[in-house]
């Protein structure tokens, strides 16, 4: 190491050139980096859809479903299978254990799926795998309105605006929804269908059939080659009219039936979209995701640059709904602020220790260096640039600085000992690189077990240790090369006389109390050994238990990002217009609510079979634009208020940690094929539960039972007409729903692929009787549905859900104002005391309350890890198992130091101060070992007995441990003041951090001292050959910072 020292201080222009291709190489990577507001995680699901059109949730559930999920339990590593069925599709969503190869499973389920083709119906479409993608989420919602004419809008939206967006580098979908969509309509007549004896089915068949450009070979004619192509593509209203449907012969006559004799042919609108409004006005949405991997700040820019560009029609205007490159924005730039205010901090607490502007100078650059070299690997690593990236290296700033204090001190007492300029910083900095290296990598140390760990905690915080673990490693490069070669030539005991004069009577006033009043403590330690180590043990080990015990517990606390939504059910039945009125209402309701801090408000209404559902997303401002409320306050008042209406009201925050099931706090899922059992255990749940102080919203997350015309095929009849009962139900289908035939694309149009739909004309589908007469082919003649099959009122379910292949039933509620332990316990113990569960139905805990439980058992692997490295290293480095087991008696204190701020500050124990708690580990030992260390050398070398061994020891190790501690607890207090978006996620792991370093140091420096004298009186220190000592424990070292 002295050689590679030696050449870097004697060339200056090498080392200055290096700086330089650092800088460059740092800034070109910094600006290619991907910036996104979360890491890039690989969350465990897959999803196979499947299409089963004019099918209802049990015939899906028998014919589907079931089936699917048999074929894919055959696969290995599943944890869960869930599934949902709905009419017309079937969704089975397989979650694996972290660590799960997806593109592997992906291929089982393939295989899986194809041994069981045969036995799914004939006209279900092929399931389709798709693997859990965050890109696939919306990167933005544009809405565009102005004008009154809705199928306008639309298509120009759909036409014009969507493929502006899409041109945008970087796009992968621009999704139009909302409005009016043109569509053509072909209301059949009943009594023309029967006076022609034609079902309603030839129609939509000869339509599919007709509209098509087919090719029929080549011919030839002199030196050319022509295509046959026979034209028969429908191009316009007239050609649908025109279309034949058959031929009917009389006698030696016959007419030709076309589309127009049975039916009424106009240009209308789809039924089945959804209506949706921004702040009162109806509107389109274009929904906005980028392809994998994109720079998410980019592509906004690129898509806010097209529609900039973009000349819109006369009054139409459109509004950014949300941005997802907004949150992330702000985000970072409070993680920035932290950053460099933490750095300026440090800087400050440097000068006020060392009052030399040229060693702080030189302190100060390697903190830009070793962050810039940071930036470099981060590239190469392909790690994005997130909050939790940048919180890591927020948390290394305060550390950054700690080796070249070191070394630029070391090189300041040789200067000060006679030795040349060059002699001075190549041996100043061979006599403490192993010192510095030891306690570098007794650091890092502690996030190692995140590379071996499974789950969300390792996918969340893997940036996190590469950030810092690369920052931590980056300074110590920093300051064995490149600070060796900036003291050789600045360092020098002249200063400003302003600063002579500040450093005397800083240390007069100030430096000199503190090493008097800590004296006097550590004597009476040493003194009475028992006195003080006894009450601090039980002191420390008292606030650990109660602390853990009374501590609010959750695992990932959601992200404020401004945004909420209310997810509104009216009762089964509920027209759209009525609907509609009470959305309006509950829109101006919310606007009360709100008031100045209401951003927009955008309300989103189904059609069709779902036109009593409704959501309404609440935009408020941004944080750092000057809101006032707190989003939780407003999302409870929303909830309390829109409960007065007669429609079921959830209210769900939206940030970016959800819960992996949905959004909701607590989940009680109940597992039995008896759904009228289990509905009615989930009603008594809800009320039992209700009463419980911060519980919010509870309620069985079913939907009401739709009433139902059941149509009972008398098979029999059926067989010996030659009738299949899925023939029949298509019939059904199209004559009461519709059917889509086919899409055409007009001539001289800007639009394209316009939906045909084929049905009964309204005056025929509005009564049961008109069901009944539904006209069914029988051998060439029609006859009424009512002839084959028994029509029975009744009541059916909307959805039907399965776990593990089992239907289950789930309440779920949200919290509000207590801690999510707390009341997860209290609901545990209501409903085993209150509530009876009858055989053959299980219950199961979910939600945020499973997330938190997998969560802290993943950190409960990492923290038994990251102890067993610490020691390892230490016991290494010390060559003793006594020493190490001594130094660790600062963790405790550290982790009731942490116990202590989180609840002195209101925070919860979660995912992110837990980890606060572990990378504390690697801290706070380190200026144990500086004490251990340099009471192992004056023991050895002076041959001082333990107690004054540990006095002196203290007495001189007391500046640097109190300056290198202030710096990082200065670094991170930014972060733990926890200004701007986001800081959710960094603000309790500073918290957790700050405290414990504190306590921790404070304990430190009396009792670590005070339990080594202890062991060592009794057990003295063994001799052995100095020189078989590393250079890490040089005692030039010693004197080097006891004269910082």
């Known amino acids: 190491?002295?050689?590679?020292?030696?050449?870097?201080?004697?060339?200056?222009?090498?080392?200055?050139?290096?700086?330089?291709?650092?800088?460059?190489?740092?800034?070109?990577?910094?600006?290619?980096?991907?910036?996104?507001?979360?890491?890039?995680?690989?969350?465990?699901?897959?999803?196979?859809?499947?299409?089963?059109?004019?099918?209802g949730p049990e015939e899906i559930e028998k014919s589907v479903t079931k089936i699917v999920e048999g074929a894919v339990a055959t696969v290995n590593n599943i944890k869960n299978i869930t599934?949902?069925?709905?009419?017309?599709?079937?969704?089975?969503?397989?979650?694996?254990?972290?660590?799960?190869?997806?593109?592997?499973?992906?291929?089982?389920?393939?295989?899986?799926?194809?041994?069981?083709?045969?036995?799914?119906?004939?006209n279900a479409d092929k399931p389709v795998i798709r693997k859990f993608d965050m890109d696939d989420t919306s990167l933005m919602e544009v809405a565009v309105y102005g004008i009154d004419d809705q199928s306008t809008l639309y298509n120009i939206a759909d036409n014009q605006i969507a493929p502006q967006i899409k041109q945008a580098k970087g796009v992968a979908q621009a999704k139009v929804m909302g409005g009016l969509k043109s569509q053509i309509k072909i209301d059949v007549n009943l009594n023309r269908l029967k006076a022609y004896n034609i079902n309603i089915n030839e129609i939509a068949s000869a339509l599919s059939r007709d509209n098509n450009?087919?090719?029929?070979?080549?011919?030839?004619?002199?030196?050319?080659?022509?295509?046959?192509?026979?034209?028969?593509?429908?191009?316009?209203?007239?050609?649908?009219?025109?279309?034949?449907?058959?031929?009917?012969?009389?006698?030696?006559?016959?007419?030709?039936?076309?589309?127009?004799?049975?039916?009424?042919?106009?240009?209308?609108?789809?039924?089945?979209?959804?209506?949706i409004r921004v702040n009162g006005e109806n509107s389109i949405s274009i929904a906005v995701s980028k392809e994998s991997g994109a720079n998410t700040v980019e592509v906004s820019k690129n898509v806010i640059k097209q529609l900039e560009e973009y000349n819109f029609p006369d009054g139409v205007k459109y509004q950014i709904m949300f941005n997802t490159a907004d949150s992330i924005n702000e985000s970072i730039s409070g993680v920035l602020d932290a950053a460099w205010q933490g750095g300026l901090f440090a800087v400050i607490v440097l000068m006020l220790y060392m009052w030399n502007i040229r060693t702080v100078s030189i302190i100060a650059i390697s903190i830009p260096l070793s962050i810039i070299v940071t930036f470099t690997l981060m590239y190469f690593m392909k790690v994005t640039l997130n909050v939790i990236s940048l919180s890591g290296l927020v948390l290394g700033i305060g550390m950054m600085v700690d080796n070249s204090i070191v070394v630029l001190e070391n090189i300041f007492y040789y200067r000060n000992n006679g030795f040349g300029k060059y002699s001075s910083a190549i041996n100043g900095t061979s006599k403490v690189s192993l010192a510095i290296s030891a306690s570098t990598f007794t650091t890092i140390a502690v996030f190692l077990p995140f590379i071996y760990l499974e789950g969300m905690v390792s996918q969340m915080f893997r940036d996190l240790c590469i950030t810092v673990t690369i920052s931590m490693i980056a300074s110590l490069l920093v300051a064995l090369l490149i600070v060796p070669m900036f003291g050789a030539r600045l360092v020098t005991n002249k200063r400003l006389k302003l600063l002579g004069k500040l450093e005397i009577l800083t240390n007069k006033y100030i430096h000199s109390n503190i090493n008097n009043i800590y004296n006097k403590i550590l004597s009476f330690s040493i003194k009475r050994k028992l006195v003080v180590l006894l009450p601090s043990m039980i002191l420390v080990f008292s606030v650990?238990?109660?602390?853990?015990?009374?501590?609010?517990?959750?695992?990932?606390?959601?992200?404020?990002?401004?945004?909420?939504?209310?997810?509104?059910?009216?009762?089964?039945?509920?027209?759209?217009?009525?609907?509609?009125?009470?959305?309006?209402?509950?829109?101006?309701?919310?606007?009360?609510?709100?008031?100045?801090?209401?951003?927009?408000?955008?309300?989103?209404?189904?059609?069709?079979?779902?036109?009593?559902?409704?959501?309404i997303r609440i935009q408020l401002k941004a944080k750092n634009a000057g809101r006032v409320g707190d989003i939780n306050e407003y999302a409870e008042r929303t909830r309390e208020k829109l409960q007065l209406y007669p429609a079921r009201i959830n209210v769900i925050l939206l940030g970016s940690m959800s819960s992996s099931s949905g959004g909701e706090a607590i989940r009680i899922e109940m597992l039995g094929d008896d759904t009228v059992q289990a509905k009615e255990l989930g009603d008594r749940i809800v009320s039992a539960i209700s009463n419980i102080e911060g519980i919010r919203g509870a309620m069985v997350d079913i939907d009401e039972s739709n009433r139902e015309l059941q149509v009972y095929v008398n098979r029999d009849i059926a067989a010996k007409m030659g009738l299949k009962v899925n023939d029949v139900a298509r019939i059904i289908n199209t004559s009461f729903a519709g059917r889509t035939a086919t899409t055409i694309t007009p001539e001289n149009s800007d639009y394209t692929d316009i939906d045909v739909n084929v049905q009964l004309e309204n005056i025929d589908r509005v009564t049961i009787e008109d069901v009944e007469k539904i006209s069914i082919p029988v051998k060439g003649v029609l006859i009424p549905l009512s002839s084959i099959a028994d029509i029975v009122k009744s009541y059916g379910p909307n959805r039907i859900e399965r776990k593990d292949r089992k239907r289950f039933t789930v309440v779920i509620a949200n919290t509000y104002g207590r801690p999510l332990n707390e009341i997860i316990d209290e609901v545990k113990e209501v409903i085993k005391k209150d509530v009876f569960v009858p055989s053959g139905i299980s219950i199961n805990y979910g939600g945020d309350f499973e997330d938190m439980n997998e969560a802290f058992a993943q950190l409960l692997q990492t923290l038994i890890l990251a102890l067993v490295l610490v020691y390892a290293i230490m016991a290494s480095q010390f060559e003793s198992l006594i020493a190490p087991f001594v130094i660790a008696f600062a963790i405790p204190f550290g982790f009731a130091g942490s116990l202590a701020a989180l609840i002195i500050t209101n925070t919860t124990l979660s995912a992110y101060s837990a980890i606060?708690?572990?990378?504390?580990?690697g801290i706070v030992v380190n200026n144990g070992i500086v004490l251990i260390d340099y009471m192992n050398q004056l023991m050895h070398e002076k041959h001082i007995k333990g107690d004054e061994a540990a006095l002196i020891a203290g007495q001189r190790r007391l500046r640097p441990v109190l300056m290198t501690t202030l710096t990082t607890i200065l670094g991170i207090l930014p972060m733990a003041l926890g200004i701007g978006s986001g800081n959710e996620m960094?603000?309790?792991?500073?918290?957790?951090?700050?405290?414990?370093?504190?306590?921790?140091?404070?304990?430190?420096?009396?009792?670590?001292?005070?339990?080594?004298a202890a062991i060592r009186n009794k057990i003295p220190l063994k001799d052995y050959d100095q020189k078989d000592r590393d250079s890490a424990n040089d005692f030039a070292l010693n004197d080097a910072v006891n004269n910082m």
């Open 1 to 55: 190491m002295s050689k590679l020292i030696e050449i870097v201080v004697k060339r200056p222009v090498t080392i200055l050139m290096v700086i330089v291709s650092i800088l460059i190489l740092g800034l070109i990577s910094l600006s290619r980096l991907s910036i996104d507001f979360m890491p890039n995680m690989q969350i465990p699901y897959i999803s196979i859809y499947t299409r089963y059109k004019n099918s």
């Open 83 to 122: 599934s949902t069925s709905m009419e017309d599709f079937s969704n089975v969503l397989v979650e694996f254990n972290w660590g799960t190869d997806l593109t592997e499973a992906t291929e089982d389920i393939r295989e899986a799926l194809e041994q069981v083709t045969d036995l799914l119906p004939d």
């Open 213 to 275: 450009n087919l090719v029929g070979g080549q011919a030839d004619q002199g030196f050319y080659k022509y295509t046959i192509r026979t034209m028969g593509e429908i191009t316009s209203i007239d050609d649908i009219k025109n279309t034949t449907i058959t031929l009917i012969k009389d006698g030696e006559n016959s007419s030709v039936i076309k589309v127009q004799d049975l039916a009424e042919v106009y240009e209308g609108y789809d039924d089945n979209v959804n209506i």
């Open 544 to 615: 650990i238990i109660f602390g853990l015990k009374f501590i609010g517990k959750e695992g990932f606390p959601r992200t404020d990002e401004g945004q909420f939504m209310v997810l509104v059910t009216m009762p089964i039945g509920t027209k759209y217009e009525q609907t509609q009125s009470f959305v309006a209402l509950m829109e101006n309701d919310i606007r009360e609510i709100i008031k100045d801090d209401l951003t927009r408000i955008q309300s989103r209404i189904r059609k069709g079979s779902e036109a009593n559902s409704a959501n």
């Open 916 to 921: 606060g708690c572990i990378v504390l580990i």
């Open 986 to 1012: 960094y603000k309790p792991l500073a918290t957790a951090l700050l405290g414990g370093l504190s306590v921790s140091t404070l304990f430190t420096l009396i009792i670590v001292p005070t339990i080594y």
